[in-house]
């Protein structure tokens, strides 16, 4: 069940995979698929992937470079996962839940999504989920210095949808984007694997 704080929100921020749309596991296949293309020599857990869900994939291969003494290319990672994830966008579907909340809140309250993916692969998840219309403001790692856990994303979702950030609603899946929308003062709401 998808439990929302009892507070009067004047905006909510959304994170997109594994939150709005159900393309955790596919994203976990294009990065195993990316990486051993471009020769990776270690494992890529599932465990490892979802403990950096939210975090900008560049990030994540520097983070596994340092931890295995390796030199594998972050930017040629990413760009291969995302052609591999964008042969698939159309396979998505949304966690219908949090879509529905979504939906619930269309017209009433001003909502953005901040996601650690690229925006090409946020804006292909989200119309092929019927969510698209939804969102008139798409946060990525693109616009920012810093991606999740730093609170970048969620600050400028917030300046950019005109509310204070202690009124936003953070709804997010992974502990970077918690971290991140507690550093930006925000409060959250969980979105558990289990919610399906």
């Known amino acids: 069940m998808l439990e929302i704080p009892d507070y ?17 596991p596919k994203h976990y296949e294009a990065w195993l698929a990316s990486l051993k293309l471009h020769g990776a020599p270690f494992d890529f857990t599932e465990e490892f992937f979802y403990a950096r869900a939210g975090v900008r994939e560049q990030d994540v291969v520097m983070e ?3 931890k295995y003494d390796s030199a594998i290319d972050p930017d040629a990672v990413a760009e291969s996962k995302v052609e591999m994830f964008l042969k698939i966008i159309p396979q998505m579907e949304a966690i219908k839940p ?14 953005a999504v901040a996601s650690g993916s690229e925006e090409i ?3 292909g ?18 616009y ?7 609170p970048d994303m969620f600050l400028l979702a917030a300046e950019k949808l005109g509310v204070d950030p202690k009124e936003c609603l953070v709804l997010e899946d992974g502990q970077a984007g918690i971290v991140a929308a507690e550093a930006a003062g925000m409060q959250w709401a ?3 694997r289990t919610l399906r």
């Not at 009067?8 to 955790?24: E, H, K, N, Q, W």
């Not at 998840?125 to 693109?142: D, E, N």
């Not at 920012?144 to 730093?150: E, L, M, Q």
């Open 98 to 111: 949090v879509a529905d909340f979504a939906r619930s809140l269309e017209g009433k309250f001003p909502m």
């Open 125 to 142: 998840c989200l119309a092929a989920s019927g969510l698209l219309h939804l969102f008139p403001v798409i946060v990525t790692p693109a």
């Open 190 to 192: 969980f979105v558990p």
């Open 64 to 66: 596994l470079n340092e």
């Open 8 to 24: 009067p929100f004047r905006a909510y921020i959304f994170d997109c995979d594994g939150t709005l749309v159900d393309s955790m």
């Open 144 to 150: 920012v210095k810093r991606g999740k856990p730093a």
């Open 121 to 123: 692969i946020v804006r």
